[in-house]
């Protein structure tokens, strides 16, 4: 097991240089150096838009967003043409939710979407419940915090014809044993997994082909990457079943006022001119990402988030909502409210995120108004832990009094 080297980590992100204590990185990771230069140089000397000139500047961007295309298909071992460039995780659910679940559905049509699930993967399927007269069914967490495999089976029937799950719960790091959960859901054909990858992707490598997942969807600026770009995989064959969601230039291939005829998969489903710094910047992040040991890395921010448990656990009234071996740790104090606690971390410079992180199903299971939740990155340290104990202490002193 190789021994991670967090300051060689450290000194590729420049947003590192300052006092703070950045544990909010489940909501987005900093960027590092070859992200910002892959962005600075598109706008500093690209030329052109891609897919629409004849120029060299033109032909040479467009080839550039292509061969990203591939590479980000490669990192998911996933064919190109199933690659979607969305606007992040997001717009990637609220697509296959209009362009593959719409059509289908009809009254008495079941979606079953976990009590895990982060708003993004619950809203578009209440959404396009109220559009067809589907409904949208909770499948509950069992006592390991984790959607519960028996109410799965329980759950499933010959109408359910989706089930939305998270690859990673963005409170508690929880990951759901994906083979037992893929099994299950393919004794009912008709039934697809929607899976949201937007905190699994940078923590849990994902082979989209051996896993057999229908849908997959993650957000570049979670990964290192930049904000506005995220990838929908969909399996080919869904794919070429699907309409286009949103209409206008290059997503066809002839248009009068009888009609348009759509393009071909994936360019069907990316009308108008995409996000390239965008993808030219997510790209490089996959590729930065290449060159770092995320193994060792993975275990040295889970370890600091284990490290982070164990001392604020000595602290009375404290509770944590932490999946063991997850660099994730939310966690409240009884009797203090979570906003409390976090307006005085940041005093004393710290970020964190405190409240229902969008998963307000997922707080009432848990039975909580809310959290505050420290995030690890490998960037983190030892001395962001001792800082983040130290003001909560504080915190709880000048609250209890
Ligand atoms: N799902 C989960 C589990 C998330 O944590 C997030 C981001 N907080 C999303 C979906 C939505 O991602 P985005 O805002 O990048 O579309």
Redesign the pocket.
Known sequence: MTEFDCAAFRRHFPALNNDWVYLDS??TALKPNAVIDATDAFYRHGTGNVHRGQYPGAISLTARYEQARIDTAVWINAPAAAIVWTR????AINLVAQSYARPRLRPGDEILVSEAE?H??LVPWLMAAQQTGARVIRWPLGDDLLPDLAQLERLMNGNTRIVAL?Q???VTGGCPDLAAVIARIRRYPQAAIML?G??GAVHRPMDVQDADIDFYAF?G??LYGPTGI?VLYGKPALLEQMPPWQGGGKMLTGAGFDGFLPQAVPMRFEAGTPNIAGVLGLSAALDWLRTQDLGAAERYSAGLARLAAERLSALPGFRAFHAPGSSLLSFIFSGIHHQDIAMILAQDGISLRAGQH?AQPLMAALGVSGTLRASFAPYNTRQDVDRLVAAVEKALSLLRD
């Not at 992040?88 to 717009?91: A, F, I, M």
Request: glycine content about 10%; proline content about 0%.
């Open positions: 489940a909501a992040g995780t997001t717009e982060h993004a993967n998270t990673m719960s963005n949201d937007a905190q957000s600026h979670k995220g969008c």
